[in-house]
RNA sequence: GUGGGUGUAGCUCAGUUGGCAGAGCACCAGGUUGUGGCCCUGGGUGUCGUGGGUUCAAGCCCCAUCACUCACCCCA
C-alpha cells in the first residue's frame, strides 16, 4: 500500500484542515470587520526580511534574536530571517514608502504566520500565526484605550470568555534609567539567592528578573521596586489616563507591576491578555507602546502603539466551545449507468456555475449507496436519474428530511430547478 | 536548549509471565436487481513511529532515533 517512505511535516509546523478552515476565516472576518470601524487598514508585508532589521527592532539581547529565529544566507550575501514577528516589517515599510507623509496617522493591521524555532508545546508552534495591528502618529493615551478597547471588543464578539487583561507601564527613557538603578542595586543585595538565569538576566536585562517563575527568584524579589513607582509625570499622567478611561469604557483589566515583556522595544503601555485554558502558555495576545523604534529604524521620530493576537492559541481556546460547521450540497445527483452520469455531470457542472452547491457520486455505484452519501453530506435534495428516466425524461426530486418526491421534467431541469428556488 | 509522559487500524484505545494483531466507532459490500438514517450479515482497511540488538520466538525486553505531548525557558 506504502510506496516509499513518509514524509512528514516540519516539527513545530502544522497542517489546517479543511475542517478547521471555517474557523479561522470566522475570526478573520470578524476581525477585518472589527477593525475597519477602528479605522485600520490592511497591510501585507513579506514573510522574510532583512535580518538586521529584526536584529535592531527586536533587540540583540532578546530571545527572540539570539536562539529564536530561521535565518539563511542568501546567494547574494544577504543574511535573511523569517520573521518571528510582524511589528518591525510593518515599521519599515511605514518608513520605507513615507507611509507618514500623506498622514502621519496611520493605523495597519496584518494577518499571517511568524516562525521561531522554540521547543513546541501546547499553544505553540514553530510556525504560528498572528493578528497583528499597529497604530502610528499617536501620542496621546486615547490610542492605547482605544487598541485594548478593540481587543477586549474582539473577544468579547468572538465569545471568549475565561480571559483577563493585565496591564503595566514600562516607562519612558526619562524614568526607566532611575528605576533601573533602583532595581539593580536590589538585585546586588539579594544576588546569592538568584537563580543562574537570574544572574544573567541581572546584567543585561534586569526587568526580565521580575518576570521569574522559580519561586526562590520571586521571594527574593518580593518587595522589589516596581516600576509604576517610578514613572515620570508625563508616564504617569499617561498611564493613569488609560486607567481612567479604559474603566470608563468597561473593559475590565488587573494592574500587573511585574508584566515585563521580552521585546526591548516597548514603552509605556504595555498589556496582556491571558487565559487559563491553554495551559502554560497563558498570553492569547499582548502588546504596547514602542515610541522609539520607529526612529531606531531609520524613520522620523514617531510614537507608536501595537499587539498582536496569538490566532493558533485563539483558535484552540474558541475550537473548544464554537463549531462551524461546513456547507451543504443543495442538490445532490443520484446517476445510475454512465448515460445518466454524463448528464449529471453536465447539470453539475451548470449549476455550480450558478453558484449552487450541488455533489454527484463518479462511480459505479449502486443507489442505496449514493443515498447513504448523499445523505451524509447532508444533501437537502437527491434527483435520481437513471435509464428509465432518461427515456421517459421525467425523473423524482426527493426531499431528505421530508422523504417527499416529485417529478420533475428533465429537458431545462437547471432553469426548472433555479426557478422554483428548489436548489 | 533541559526534564517527564506517549507512539498499535481513518479515530478512541485494549493487548497478560515474550508465543498466530484485537475492540468500539468510522468505512466498504450485501440483506432490499432503483431509494438514506434504524436493524442484520460479511469485510481489517496494520511496516505495532523508524533503525538496530537480545531471543527458537519481540507490540511487549535493551539501545538509538524521529514525532507527538506536558512542563521549564520564553512568548502570541
Not at 506504502?2 to 516540519?10: F, N, V
Request: charged content about 25%; some cysteine; aromatic content about 8%.
Amino acid at each position: 500500500m506504502r510506496i516509499g517512505s513518509m514524509i512528514q511535516l516540519i516539527r513545530g509546523f502544522k497542517d489546517i484542515l479543511p475542517g478547521e478552515v471555517a474557523l479561522w476565516q470566522h475570526i478573520e472576518r470578524t476581525a477585518a470587520a472589527l477593525f475597519a470601524a477602528f479605522g485600520f487598514d490592511e497591510i501585507r508585508v513579506p514573510i522574510m526580511e532583512k535580518t538586521e532589521l529584526f536584529a535592531r527592532g527586536i533587540g540583540e539581547d532578546t530571545d527572540i534574536v539570539e536562539k529564536e529565529m530561521y535565518t539563511l544566507d542568501d546567494r547574494g550575501g544577504d543574511k535573511l530571517t523569517l520573521r518571528p514577528e510582524a511589528t518591525a516589517s510593518i515599521v519599515r515599510a511605514y518608513i520605507q514608502h513615507k507611509l507618514y507623509a500623506e498622514d502621519p496617522l496611520r493605523k495597519f493591521y496584518t494577518i499571517g504566520p511568524m516562525f521561531r524555532r522554540e521547543r513546541p508545546q501546547k499553544g505553540r508552534y514553530r510556525q504560528f500565526y498572528q493578528i497583528d495591528v499597529e497604530a502610528f502618529g499617536m501620542a496621546g493615551p486615547y490610542i492605547d484605550v482605544q487598541m485594548i478597547y478593540m481587543l477586549h471588543l474582539f473577544f468579547q464578539r468572538l465569545g471568549v470568555s475565561r480571559t483577563q487583561a493585565h496591564l503595566n507601564s514600562l516607562g519612558c527613557p526619562v524614568c526607566r534609567p532611575r528605576f533601573r538603578e533602583a532595581l539593580t542595586a536590589l538585585l546586588n543585595k539579594v544576588e546569592d539567592r538568584l537563580c543562574a538565569d537570574c544572574r544573567r538576566r541581572q546584567a543585561r536585562n534586569p526587568m526580565r528578573v521580575l518576570d521569574c517563575k522559580v519561586p526562590t527568584c520571586r521571594e527574593a524579589v518580593a518587595d522589589a521596586p516596581a516600576i509604576v513607582d517610578y514613572l515620570c509625570d508625563d508616564c504617569q499622567r499617561h498611564f493613569q489616563s488609560v486607567t481612567e478611561n479604559l474603566t470608563q469604557l468597561g473593559v475590565p483589566f488587573e494592574l500587573d507591576r511585574r508584566l515585563v515583556r521580552g521585546l526591548d522595544y516597548y514603552t509605556r503601555t504595555t498589556f496582556e491578555i491571558q487565559t487559563d485554558v491553554l495551559g502554560a502558555q497563558s498570553a492569547v495576545a499582548g502588546g504596547g507602546r514602542y515610541d522609539g523604534l520607529v526612529e531606531t529604524l531609520g524613520g522620523p521620530a514617531t510614537p507608536a502603539i501595537g499587539f498582536a493576537v496569538g490566532f493558533d492559541r485563539l483558535v484552540e481556546v474558541l475550537g473548544q466551545s464554537l463549531k462551524i460547521e461546513n456547507p451543504k450540497p443543495a442538490l445532490f445527483i443520484a446517476a445510475l449507468g454512465e448515460a445518466a452520469r454524463r448528464k449529471a455531470f453536465y447539470w453539475c457542472a451548470e449549476l455550480a456555475a450558478a453558484g449552487i452547491y450541488v455533489e454527484m457520486e463518479h462511480a459505479d455505484k449502486s443507489l442505496k449507496a449514493q443515498m447513504k452519501r448523499a445523505d451524509r453530506l447532508g444533501a437537502a435534495r437527491v434527483l435520481i436519474v437513471g435509464e428509465a428516466e432518461l427515456a421517459s425524461g421525467k425523473a423524482n426530486l426527493r426531499d431528505m428530511a421530508t422523504k417527499v418526491q416529485a417529478e420533475v421534467v428533465l429537458a431545462g431541469l437547471v432553469d426548472t430547478l433555479k426557478q422554483q428556488s428548489i436548489v
